[in-house]
């Protein structure tokens, strides 16, 4: 079957670096997302990785790696607006994404 | 502007209902999608949508029927409503996916929906 792993919830302080795994096991892989969501609104695009290594985009970097089935996200000096949920989603061998329940990252000052 | 809009943002109704919830893109995106979070915040593809091709999840009761008056539009009609249909349904959209490229998708601000 397909899966995604993540942890349910994270905690950390404002300031600081928080890194949040996400393992997944897929029929087929195009490639992985991370995406946002703020508590009552919708998920919003933060990443997209096909090949190996890190993409960094200002505060927010992301990591792949394909033969371990891993990607991280890592979240640098921390802002109280970072609370949010952080969903994992691998996109199939039918271009289907397939969803991790989210990691919810709770920011404390 | 909205990009990906839906409604109602609520909806309450009584068991064994028939409803609708709309949506409509503006970004000209050739494929949409409709998701359910649950009360576990799991994101659950429901169906993906373009001018070519349907494709529904095999989880999901064919009381749920997308509905498709043109490629910027993709209406979600839920028949005989149940509790267990209680949840968060977006909508999203995005390009077209071709082979080796993927792309984004978009989502809609969610309708809440609560079946008593």
């Known amino acids: 079957g397909q899966n995604i792993d993540q942890p349910t919830e994270m905690t950390a302080t404002e300031g600081a670096i928080v890194q949040i795994n996400c393992t997944y096991q897929?029929?087929?892989?195009?490639?992985l997302f991370w995406y946002q969501q703020h508590a009552g609104e919708a998920p919003t695009f933060l990443s997209y990785?096909?090949l190996d290594g890190l993409e960094e985009k200002g505060r927010f970097s992301s990591f792949l790696s394909r033969s371990k089935g891993y990607s991280y996200l890592l979240l640098k000096e921390l802002q109280m607006k970072d609370s949010a949920s952080y969903l994992c989603?691998?996109?199939?061998?039918?271009?289907?994404?397939?969803w991790g329940a989210g990691t919810k990252l709770i920011i404390k000052p | 502007d909205t990009a990906v809009s839906q409604t109602p943002k609520y909806l309450v109704t009584q068991m064994g209902n028939d409803k609708s919830i709309k949506c409509e893109q503006n970004?000209?995106?050739?494929?949409m999608y409709w998701y359910k979070q649950d009360s576990k915040k799991f994101l659950k593809i429901m169906f993906s949508y373009n001018n070519k091709e349907l494709i529904i999840n095999e989880t999901v009761p064919n009381r749920f029927s997308p509905k498709s008056p043109d490629k910027a539009h993709l209406n979600l009609h839920i028949n005989s409503l149940e509790l267990g249909d209680s949840a968060v349904y977006f909508c999203?959209?995005?390009?077209?996916?071709?082979?080796?490229?993927?792309?984004?998708?978009?989502f809609g601000p969610g309708t809440r929906l609560t079946v008593l």
């Open positions: 990785n096909v």
């Open positions: 970004l000209g995106h050739d494929t």
């Open positions: 897929t029929s087929g892989f195009n490639g």
């Open positions: 989603a691998a996109v199939d061998s039918n271009y289907q994404l397939i």
């Open positions: 999203a959209s995005s390009q077209e996916t071709l082979a080796e490229t993927y792309n984004e998708q978009f």
